[in-house]
């Protein structure tokens, strides 16, 4: 990363403020700076403290100059119309998965629209508890909110569990998230479990051979040499490790990636095909790195000439960032032509039973 230089930090203290000068460390510009500013500033007047305004946000602009990621600085990300908690530990909620989680639920609101139904959703590797949500804050938005909404979540962190159990808690007392009633019945549940393990029954819904209508999960997909070179400083030093790289050193993880014989940072999409291949959602959805990797994932659901999901899964595509532009071209893999829909990076893998 180049130096800056001296001027343009006495532009910050000149043009901003001199707290300014904290922040252009980690901002790297100035209109970044002064937005940062802005947001702090903002934060500190919305949160009562026995300690001087003017002090807290020094102290936050120092922090935030030392590299911390601004959503743990703030303690908070925007995400689609909720307020995510964020802490150190728990991976933060990045836009990306904000447009695929929307583009998700418009998609189930319109087959509701049309065909009112119960919806059962499990979400794995579930992180702040971001995905599921917004999934059903989006869900029961009228006119098309279903007849009753179970989602089951599920992370191996005891920290990320408890946090997306106090956003769930968060967000229903900022009246972001409607509270269970008889004419919304809804449950959410977070269950700490190791997706590598037989995955528990949901606890309070689904009877035995019940349908799963989406199953969602954002996985480790970074592999270590990438973690090393090509995340931000940010990221290594204060994001947790666990949520972005697969675990190799286990050895459960490694004859995955021998029995698969997939990359070390494909090994939890192994997995979480063969839940899929268990529970046969109606849906799923991965996230995944890059669109190298989106094509290698959709190589894996569609090995052994289709017998095996993609047999199962009338639509295969791949969406890009912003999967809600109209835009699909069609990409030739493993002998089938597959979608590759919306603008951007390639970013996760979509199946459908049905025709899109």
């Known amino acids: 990363m180049p130096r800056l230089p001296p001027s343009l930090f006495w532009r910050a203290r000149r043009e901003i403020s001199p707290m300014a000068t904290y922040l252009l460390k980690a901002c790297r510009d100035l209109e970044s700076t002064a937005n940062e500013l802005r947001w702090i500033r903002e934060h500190v007047r919305a949160t009562p403290s026995p300690v001087f305004p003017g002090l807290r946000t020094w102290n936050l602009c120092e922090r935030r100059g030392k590299g911390v990621p601004l959503q743990y600085v703030l303690g908070t990300q925007p995400f689609g119309n909720l307020d995510i908690k964020c802490r150190p530990g728990v991976l933060i909620p990045r836009p990306e998965t904000e447009a695929y989680t929307l583009h998700l639920a418009s998609l189930l609101s319109q087959e509701q629209q049309s065909s009112p139904a119960p919806l059962s959703i499990l979400d794995l590797c579930t992180g702040t508890g971001c995905i599921p949500l917004l999934l059903l804050s ?6 098309a909110a279903p007849p009753k909404i179970t989602i089951h ?9 408890s946090l997306a159990t106090h956003n769930h808690a968060h ?3 900022l009246n972001l998230l409607p509270p269970p009633t008889p004419q919304t019945p809804h449950t959410l549940t977070f269950t700490r479990a190791n997706i590598f393990h037989p995955l528990p029954a949901p606890p309070h819904h689904q009877q035995p051979g019940g349908t799963i209508d989406l199953l969602t999960a954002n996985p480790p997909y970074i592999s270590p040499a990438a973690f090393a070179t090509d995340t931000s400083r940010a990221v290594r030093n204060h994001e947790p490790r666990l949520a972005l790289v697969p675990d190799t050193s286990t050895s459960t993880l490694t004859d995955y990636a021998a029995a698969y014989n997939c990359l070390p940072q494909d090994i939890f999409y192994a997995r979480l095909l063969e839940c899929a291949a268990e529970l046969r959602p109606r849906r799923v959805f991965l996230e995944v790195g890059d669109m190298a990797q989106a094509v290698r994932v959709v190589g894996m659901v569609l090995r052994d000439g289709g017998a095996g999901l993609g047999g199962y899964y009338a639509t295969v595509e791949i969406w890009r960032d912003e999967p809600e532009v109209e835009r699909v071209e069609m990409r030739r893999i493993a002998g089938r032509e597959v979608g590759v829909r919306g603008e951007g990076k390639g970013r996760g893998v979509y199946l459908f039973q049905g025709d899109v």
């Open 138 to 143: 989006s869900l029961l938005t009228p006119p």
């Open 153 to 161: 979540a599920l992370d191996i962190s005891p920290l990320a569990i």
């Open 171 to 173: 967000n229903t007392a």
